[in-house]
């Protein structure tokens, strides 16, 4: 892709009541090292570890590095990273991420999703509301035919998420990431655009369930 060329969907903002996905900011150091410092046991487990302490990775000067290096995969067309907010009481506050990385175009149009959030707004919906509204995006003017997502078995409130979208699982990949000290396991997880246009898209179905629920 050439320098001048934005890639298919890229910048967005996306909203959906009180969610909010968008581009980071600079700005957003201190916001993301505050989330993910308080939530080091929530997710330190599931993520892959880069060299350091929880803190001195996590820290607004590491943020530097993680905004330069999403804000390049965003322009080469390669991922379309989120903040995931939330717009509360007329205030915006960062409560997680979410990607969608390793995209490749072509013949394949497929990429994958990953996410986490703040443990302090888990179980209200936020995430899926998030992947719902990025598939949607993704699967629109992102360009994109297919979705992928890979969770450790062991990883059951990531698990609920995708289950509850009516996401396919197709694959069980052994030994698939170093995590945690060791290679681990992952299911593999997939969703097409045509499993989910005659429902109206994700979100659609996303409220239906919602909705059905409560």
């Known amino acids: 892709m050439s320098w001048f060329q934005r890639p298919p969907g890229w910048p967005a903002v996306l909203v959906d009541g009180p969610v909010v996905l968008r581009p980071y900011r600079r ?73 969608i990385g390793s995209i490749v175009r072509r013949a394949f149009c497929s990429g994958y999703v990953g996410y986490w959030v703040d443990s302090r707004v888990a179980g209200r ?43 396919r699982e197709e694959a069980y990949h052994v030994r698939y990431m170093h995590i945690d000290g060791a290679w681990r396991d992952h299911i593999g997880y997939a969703m097409t655009n045509e499993e989910v246009a005659a429902e109206g898209g994700l979100l659609a179905r996303w409220h239906r369930v919602r909705d059905s629920a409560g």
């Not at 390049?72 to 067309?77: K, L, P």
């Not at 719902?132 to 997502?149: K, S």
Request: contains cysteine; positive net charge.
């Open 27 to 99: 700005s957003d150091a201190a916001a993301w090292a505050e989330v993910r410092r308080a939530n080091r046991a929530w997710l330190s487990p599931w993520e892959s570890h880069l060299p350091g302490s929880w803190n001195e990775s996590n820290s607004p000067a590491a943020f530097r590095y993680v905004h330069a290096d999403q804000r390049r995969s965003a322009r080469t067309g390669d991922g379309m990273p989120f903040a995931v907010c939330l717009r509360e009481q007329g205030r915006e506050r960062l409560v997680g991420h979410l990607n």
């Open 125 to 167: 919906g936020v995430i899926p509301t998030a992947v719902a509204l990025a598939v949607d995006h993704a699967f629109g003017p992102g360009g994109l035919h297919r979705v992928e997502v890979n969770i450790r078995p062991e990883n059951r409130p990531s698990r609920r998420v995708v289950e509850k979208l009516g996401f």
